[in-house]
């Protein structure tokens, strides 16, 4: 018999009290802490930091506790929560040429002043399981070297020198934000950053990845890339000078692309440029290569056509909470509109099998 | 955090959205871009609704939330409570008695009055998007009021199929001017976008507002010789017997036997409350 769609509210809660169970899982099992998942979990509490747009490695932590690990649903938590944070002011930009480097490395140059600094890195890890860290124990403390107290000038400033890569033009414009202000095409490079940087981790490697095997190849050195801690500083109108309010981890990718030249530009390096918050490797990577790819238009090249080159196609696309959110709404209720369908397909046959009633009749009178 | 500001935006973010719809209101049909916030819900389930909404509340209105017609679909109840929890407003089910109803994929049954606003939800603003996927071109298409493309979807739909094979989210021409996108309500809505309240639709991951004042000409696309029909299933509700209403067609046995009720839930229940019974009226309520 019909049962009405009734009971909604109730039905809600009680998913709601099971959801919450679920997540908790075995209560026989110790609860995780967030300075667990701080610590332990770090480079997803990197990642939700870096989509969610909020420097908070606790409530990052706290919304992947929250999700069940789901990274995108605790990017989501984040993002929901930082709409409600009011905005006091901008930052000064961060000075990278200052980080406090954990990490620096450079495929361009075998050696360069700073040095190659391996950092805790999983690259020439083998990847075999570790059995050992499936039961407790200590781990052997790493060794340690001096600091080194003097900045690591960046790579591309040496080549820069020699004029041999483009210079990036100097701007006291401020930066759209996207987060303020509606989308519109074409977005300028600030904006697509900003895009870039916040959008999904996946889908940046995959246009990234798209471009090295021929999609708007354009050849990538990575000129640097470096982790570590830079400060971040805000300017107080009422003192009239900037104040330190603290600081943040970034990785920074800044690649080296050909370029061939044209008419009124000699032949030079071209600058691919990712920033991301956190030790975000693989991000920042892929977001140096995508911004390289979107700049066909201002560096005089061909559009290929390629979807990395499509500045509306990726900025549209690489915000993981709109494709989400679109993609799962599907499964809400849609049924006065498959309604409506359902009239159109059944209207539309009856018609199709009376004309073919009609032709058939015809065909047997004659 | 346990305090919300009314209606869970920030007054900043209200007066955005309130520009916006204004200038909406000032162009109908017009698509507004807006800076969408997150919201606590996802994409997709109704944020550009929610955030017009919220903007239009205030502490005397009274809210109705319907999903499918309906008071009490998950995604209802849900919007509904959002809103009893940030702004404390009354909430209701019956159409007469509120003065906001946010919307998903229907036009009430009972006809709106002057004192009402009727916000939809909406998920693609832009009626020209499965035609042009590149917003850059279709805003281009608008400003040039370029539609012959539409026009020859249509047509292409009746050479194929005999008829425009569009059954839900039926491009209209607000005042002679601009295409626009109903949001998926079926057709057989369509005709009552010509009303005495204020239509107002949010699209909040597409960035867009949009609005009709009261008595705003709205026409369904057509043909001369292919007039809009608003259809429905040819059926009187099961439950009240209403011949009038947009009907849902509920599944009863494993042998497919069918029954169709007023998918205005509210709507129903008034007929039934004034007396009125339809096939399976006395046996399923």
């Not at chain 1, 200052?98 to 050696?111: E, L, N, P, V």
């Not at chain 1, 020198?161 to 990036?168: A, H, L, T």
């Not at chain 1, 940046?204 to 999609?215: C, D, F, K, P, V």
């Not at chain 2, 009038?244 to 494993?254: A, G, K, R």
Request: hydrophobic share 40%.
């Amino acid at each position: 018999m019909y049962v009405a769609v009734k009971g909604g509210e109730r039905a809600i809660e009680n998913a709601h009290a099971w959801l919450a169970e679920e997540r908790r899982g075995d209560t026989g099992v110790a609860e995780l802490s967030l300075a667990q998942i701080r610590e332990q979990l770090s480079l997803a509490v990197n990642r939700v930091m870096a989509e969610g747009s909020l420097y908070d490695p606790d409530l990052a932590a706290l919304a992947i506790k929250q999700a069940r690990g789901d990274l995108i649903e605790a990017i989501f938590l984040v993002r929901a929560y930082r709409t409600t944070l009011p905005r006091f002011g901008s930052s000064r930009p961060v000075e990278t040429s200052g980080m406090a480097c954990d990490r620096r490395i450079s495929a361009t140059f075998k050696d360069a002043p700073g040095g190659q600094v391996l950092g805790p890195t999983f690259d020439y890890t083998h990847r075999l399981l570790d059995f050992k860290l499936a039961a407790e124990g200590d781990v052997p403390e790493a060794p340690a070297a001096e600091p080194r107290m003097e900045t690591t000038p960046h790579i591309t400033a040496f080549l820069q020198g020699e004029d041999i890569i483009e210079r990036e033009p100097f701007s006291d414009d401020v930066p759209g934000d996207l987060t303020r202000e509606p989308m519109a095409f074409p977005a300028g490079r600030a904006v697509r950053l900003q895009s870039l940087t916040r959008g999904d981790e996946g889908f940046i490697l995959g246009m990234a990845y798209s471009t090295q095997r021929g999609y708007a190849r354009n050849h990538a050195f990575v000129g640097e890339l470096r982790i570590g801690v830079v400060p971040v500083e805000m300017e107080i109108p009422e003192l009239g000078f900037c104040i330190e309010i603290g600081e943040v981890e970034l990785t920074e990718c800044e690649t080296v692309n050909q370029f061939k030249g044209s008419k009124t530009v000699p032949p030079q390096f071209t600058r691919g440029y990712g920033l991301v918050f956190g030790q975000s490797e693989r991000k920042s990577i892929a977001m140096a290569l995508v911004d390289r790819a979107l700049r066909w238009e201002e560096l005089g090249e061909d559009n290929l056509g390629a979807p990395a080159q499509d500045e509306e196609f990726v900025l549209s696309h690489s915000d993981n909470i709109q494709a989400t959110g679109f993609l799962e709404h599907i499964k809400l209720p849609h049924y006065v509109d498959f309604q409506s369908e359902l009239e159109l397909v059944r209207k539309l046959r009856r018609e199709a099998a009376e004309l073919a009633e009609t032709l058939a009749s015809r065909e047997a009178a004659e | 955090m346990s305090d919300y500001s009314f209606a869970y935006l920030d007054e900043q973010t209200k007066r955005m959205i309130r520009r916006a719809i204004l200038k909406g209101l000032a162009v109908p049909g017009y698509q507004v871009p807006f800076a969408s916030r997150e919201m606590p819900m996802p994409y997709g389930w109704g944020t550009g609704g929610v955030q017009v909404s919220a903007a239009t509340l205030t502490p005397d209105d009274t809210l109705k939330v319907i999903d499918q017609g309906a008071d009490d679909t998950t995604n209802a109840v849900s919007i509904r409570k959002f809103f009893e929890k940030t702004a404390g407003v009354d909430t209701t089910e019956k159409t007469a008695e509120a003065s906001v109803i946010q919307t998903r994929h229907r036009i009430p049954e009972a006809e709106l009055t002057e004192d009402q606003i009727l916000v939809y939800q909406v998920p693609i603003p832009e009626p020209l998007r499965f035609l042009e996927p590149r917003e850059s071109e279709t805003r281009k298409m608008h400003a040039l009021e370029e539609y012959g493309l539409m026009h020859v979807k249509l047509y292409e739909d009746i050479s194929q199929h005999g008829a425009i094979a569009t059954a839900y989210a039926y491009p209209v021409k607000v005042e002679g001017r601009y295409v626009m996108d109903p949001s998926p309500i079926p057709k057989f809505d369509n005709p009552k976008m010509e009303m005495a309240a204020i239509q107002l639709f949010g699209a909040g991951r597409e960035q867009r507002i949009y609005a009709l004042p009261p008595y705003t000409q709205v026409v369904s696309l057509d043909f001369e010789d292919y007039p809009f029909e608003a259809s429905k299933a040819d059926h009187p509700c099961d439950l009240c017997g209403a011949e009038d209403s947009y009907l849902d067609e509920v599944i009863l046995d494993d042998a497919g036997s069918r029954m169709f009720v007023c998918s205005d839930t509210d709507y129903c229940r008034s007929r039934r409350e004034a007396g009125h019974s339809g096939r399976l009226g006395e046996e399923a309520v």
